[in-house]
């Protein structure tokens, strides 16, 4: 355990040696966070158990995108202490939100990764299902809702954002920033199918180097979280893997397409605009193309109106949406507009 200091405040944060012998970890959050401690229990699977009644602890990694994420991540671990009395421990990017209280019997837990480490087996950590999704069940559909990469090889690339959009805490909640070299990860891309690239930001390099590797063996790759800059500055290489046929699936968080709202957002209005034609065109060569949505966006007291549902479901293959969430956490509130968008 140390205590530590950042943007949110002061605590204490527990680390991997702190956890007991036996662990049982499930997942509340992105891929990112999911298959980051999916790596470490990868290399040290001897310590994780299946049943959380035979844990000496209990990892939850949580998610702080919204407010009802928050929620999510707490009444998972409510259940999971009830049902168990283990000590939990809370991972992911909530861990480090100093300034969101936890209840008493929850730990904060530091980031849990080994980089470079190939993950076989996924079942070592479980995979809560998508809050939102109500009557959720698991399935191989790539496009039903929640389902977007669940059932895909996450194959490690990097982790953390230097960004700066306004509403993303990010650059401060994944601890150690690190990018991974493609070529050193090419037997780990042939072994596995469904491959899909994991990184909070995938870097231009990166993409270009990792284009120029699944046109050289002819095997598919999909791409995810890549910024609109970054698929702007890969655009030649991005197009050209497409035509070829070896980009299963696009994701490119765009947020929004008001100008005034990517202005406040410290989000390029040009480069989104010159990604959405990259996307279309993509598209239009076979690629399936995602992106991200914020809902519900205000600024200064001013509402902004939501972009057209019927546009969205023709522009994309499959779009998320996130309600607008300003960082200051509230129980009350959380729950409340998590009856208002969840039910």
């Known amino acids: 355990m140390k205590e530590i200091e950042n943007k949110f405040g002061k605590g204490n944060l527990y680390n991997v040696n702190d956890l007991g012998e036996k662990i049982y970890a499930t997942s509340c959050a992105c891929m990112s966070v999911w298959s980051d401690f999916l790596s470490w229990a990868n290399a040290h699977s001897d310590r994780m158990v299946s049943d959380a009644s035979k844990a000496d602890s209990i990892v939850v990694l949580g998610c702080q ?64 299902p998508p809050f939102w999704v109500p009557d959720y069940k698991e399935s191989e559909e790539d496009l039903k809702d929640g ?59 990166q993409i270009k180097d990792w284009c120029s590797i699944a046109m050289e063996y002819k095997k598919d790759i999909s791409i995810r979280n890549i910024e609109p800059q970054t698929l702007v500055a890969c655009k030649e290489e991005v197009l050209a893997l497409a035509a070829a046929g070896h980009l299963h699936i696009l994701h490119c968080p765009v947020q929004s397409f008001d100008d005034e709202v990517l202005k406040i957002m410290n989000r390029s209005v040009p480069m989104t605009k010159e990604a959405l034609k990259i996307m279309h065109t993509v598209r239009s060569l076979g690629t399936l193309v995602a992106t991200n949505i914020i809902i519900d966006y205000t600024n200064d007291g001013k509402n902004y109106p939501n972009h057209d549902k019927e546009a969205l479901e023709r522009d994309f293959d499959y779009y998320s949406w996130n309600p607008y969430f300003d960082g200051n956490f509230d129980m009350s509130k959380a729950k409340q507009r998590f009856k208002k968008y969840i039910g």
């Open 65 to 128: 995108v919204t407010d009802l994420s928050i929620l999510n991540d707490i009444e998972v671990a409510h259940h999971l202490h009830k049902e168990t009395g283990k000590p939990i421990f809370m991972g992911g990017c909530l861990a480090q939100r100093m300034d969101i209280p936890l209840p008493d019997y929850i730990r904060r837990l530091d980031v849990v990764r080994t980089v470079g480490q190939e993950i076989n087996d996924r079942t070592l950590i479980d995979y809560e």
């Open 147 to 205: 389902n977007l990469f669940r059932n895909y090889y996450p194959l490690k690339i990097g982790a953390g954002c230097h960004g700066k959009c306004k509403y993303c805490t990010i650059k401060h909640t994944r601890g150690e920033t690190y990018a991974t070299v493609p070529r050193e990860q090419v037997e780990e891309f042939l072994r596995h199918e469904n491959v899909v690239l994991i990184s909070d930001s995938p870097t231009v390099s």
